[in-house]
């Protein structure tokens, strides 16, 4: 009788307990469906301040803009973490065009690479090679390639149902195709943007450079004008493409990670990371890359604050600087955590854009795992389907190290790489009922984590 | 033993076809993904077709374009379906303003309902009574409405998931609240738009008159102008609200459902109707509501014969005509399938916008429904979280009388009732892998419901 007894007695706190999440849950998400702020923020950084890579004006202003935001909305510390980042320029001029034999030309839509070194304003003129990937490159080896311009004409695969699984598999291209191309004595480096869509948007991105080769300029080319080039290819009548790029890296600068944090009741010296990156590329204003996943960070802050939810343990929203070309605003987060011996259980990355919420992606022991599924009935009628395991985020990925749990919401993907990088991905194109779910969702599962610890 | 040995075949013949139906859908969802045609199809319908209202030339131009296109894909046999339709037409002049003592006025973005009679030249000024809903109109009553113009201010409200609830939750102000303010001696009648977003776009929508009282012109207003009437109103300077339609409602003219199929190899007499509306509201191109579902449909049909399918019952796909605002085209397709009695044994609709696809709703006996529930571990892996009891569509909901199991696509809500019967229901507003990958789905469960029946 008495184990019958503490049974129902645990199964009865147990329902209480679920009724209870599911009401705070409930009110969370109303209120951030109601009076949430997470878009107007957004429509501050993408419209007020702008593209903010690195290193930028633009960027310093974000630094300040919400800091501001998140003292306005009450937190109880905010304060900026000093780093330092690389501070890539894309400067004026950046051209191409494919030359036919008579003088004709035809203007490609183009964009540097991150990261990239320009080619100065004489550009780059030669034949172009084209290959479908890695191992055409190899085959055809430097008699081909030297003295030419490698064209990387990888699609991502449409058939692919999660769009990041065909941007990881084309993502190689860009980030090593240029120095693959160099090693076989390629001047120059044209990859086909990581698009899903096909138009005439260019798409930037980070590439890195291997110091055993050259570095030669290397440019994005809308996936439009990379159909359009694979056919001239064919054409007997095209000579060669010539290519303008001004970028350059120039010497490190001073920037900050920007953090407010809400101080625990119970446990204070637990932390609960939450987090997007602040830094964005420069041809568009990063509403989905990664506004989105700023504004909803600093909106869980707010929603708790404006319902007066004291979290037992201390919780976080960290605007990262850097993760686009760098991720230095990610390492200086985890070094200071490890210097100063912080315990961080659970930090949360939202950099997938600012889509409808479908599921978490959590990474951490299987029994911590599995306790986080077990809320998933509580987050099912707001359409969060699905809580897998495997996740994290660039900036929170070496955390992991200090044995902190690690998720990620994984919003719907079919958008997100029409947009990814290029001049596209401005707030007009994020749906504020989108935006304000995710943050609601996101809002809901730190609520959880921070109640029942991790 | 024999039992057993039976058993063992079975599952061994459960397991075969489990396996060649995830061969067949993943053919069917690659060659849509990566072949498909629906967004061309679309494009075509919005931009060379565009708004394409019951009786107007752009409708009986959609007519053509779609009849042509099922003839292109090798459809058996494409035909036209004649039914008579309203004729309503918006007329030149619509607008409305706000008077202010003193004569300063400010300019309200407003449109005609969709059925309602114009107010002429000289239009309607009057005072208005804000209301939040009929129990406030009721309360007040003759003695306060009595001469003035009737304001239902009811948002749609941001807390439900769904959109959908809201917008039937709301909806009954812009169809019944012209009439119910007539009801009460009003002059005429202005309806906050049933949109989720605020902003200056007015939305349009049918309307229907009470005959037993007078019919008043009624327009709706955006949602951000019904915020600011809203204030206006507890503004001692504001005197009146002018506004002016010329919209009437001419006599019905010839219309048609085009309709193509497949025909059955086994079963011919069974079919299967999947389609969407093919005619849309004159304010936009209709590309949501519902090219989509149109060109969804076309596309179905498309991918079965690309991909050489030939299915065992007759596969329909029709673009209904009048849905928006008479319903005419579903009247007469149920009619005629049952003067000729047809065995129509399933009919899917898609009208809830081209979306990301996660679910289907099923309406029919128990035993169907779990039969087809159970074919939800096939589309899991293509976003389909959900197959739920009830369902259907305005176009073929009357199928139900001759004992069809209805179903219709549920794509994600968060984002159709921003665009909904307001200008910004164009193309550029779908996205081509949600439009395809709810194609791709429809395809696959028609698939099913063909090859085992129901």
Same sequence: chains 1, 2.
Avoid at 142 to 171: L, S
Avoid at 264 to 273: H, K, L, M, Q
């Amino acid at each position: 009788m008495k184990i019958l007894f503490s049974l129902i007695a645990f199964f009865s706190i147990a329902a209480v307990n679920a009724q209870d999440d599911s009401t705070v849950i409930k009110k969370i998400t109303d209120d951030v469906l109601i009076n949430g702020k997470a878009y107007e923020y957004l429509r501050v950084l993408c419209k007020e301040v702008g593209p903010r890579l690195s290193g930028s004006p633009q960027a310093a202003k974000a630094v300040e803009v919400t800091k501001k935001m998140m003292e306005d909305l009450g937190a109880d510390k905010v304060w900026l973490q000093e780093c330092m980042v690389p501070h890539w320029v894309r400067g004026k001029k950046e051209d191409a065009k494919i030359i036919y034999a008579g003088g004709k030309t035809y203007k490609l839509d183009v964009t540097a690479l991150g990261n990239s070194v320009g080619s100065g304003d004489k550009g780059v003129t030669a034949n172009v090679i084209e290959v479908k990937n890695f191992d055409e490159l190899h085959a055809l080896g430097e008699k081909v390639i030297k003295g030419n311009i490698v064209f990387y004409n990888f699609p991502m695969n449409p058939t692919y149902i999660n769009t990041f699984r065909a941007y990881g598999e084309a993502g190689k291209y860009r980030f090593n195709g240029p120095s693959q191309a160099a090693k076989y004595g390629a001047v120059g480096c044209i990859v086909r943007s990581l698009a899903s869509n096909v138009n005439d948007y260019p798409h930037t991105g980070v590439m890195g450079y291997n110091d055993s080769f050259p570095k030669i300029p290397a440019i994005a080319v809308s996936t439009l004008d990379a159909e359009y080039l694979s056919k001239a290819l064919l054409n007997r009548m095209m000579k060669q493409v010539f290519f303008r790029t001004n970028c350059q890296m120039l010497d490190s600068v001073k920037s900050y990670n920007v953090i407010g944090e809400i101080k625990g009741t119970e446990f204070p010296d637990e932390i609960i990371t939450l987090g997007g990156h602040l830094d964005s590329w420069d041809l568009a204003e990063g509403a989905h890359d990664d506004g989105s996943g700023c504004v909803q960070s600093i909106e869980v802050l707010r929603v708790l604050k404006a319902l007066g939810i004291k979290p037992k343990r201390t919780i976080r929203a960290v605007m990262f600087m850097n993760e686009e070309n760098g991720g230095k605003g990610g390492d200086k987060y985890y070094e200071e955590a490890k210097a100063k011996g912080e315990k961080h259980i659970f930090a949360m990355e939202s950099d997938e854009g600012g889509f409808t919420p479908r599921g978490f992606g959590i990474a951490g022991p299987k029994d911590v795992y599995e306790k986080i599924k077990s809320w998933l009935p509580l987050l099912k009628q707001y359409g969060i389907e699905d809580i897998h395991e495997g996740g994290g985020g660039a900036d929170i990925g070496d955390l992991k190290k200090l044995g902190t749990v690690l998720s990620n919401i994984a919003p719907d993907t079919q958008r997100y790489f029409d947009v990814h990088h290029a001049a596209t991905d401005k707030w007009e194109n994020v749906s504020e009922r989108e935006l304000k779910l995710a943050a609601a969702m996101m809002a809901s599962l730190i609520y959880l984590g921070d109640k029942y610890g991790l």
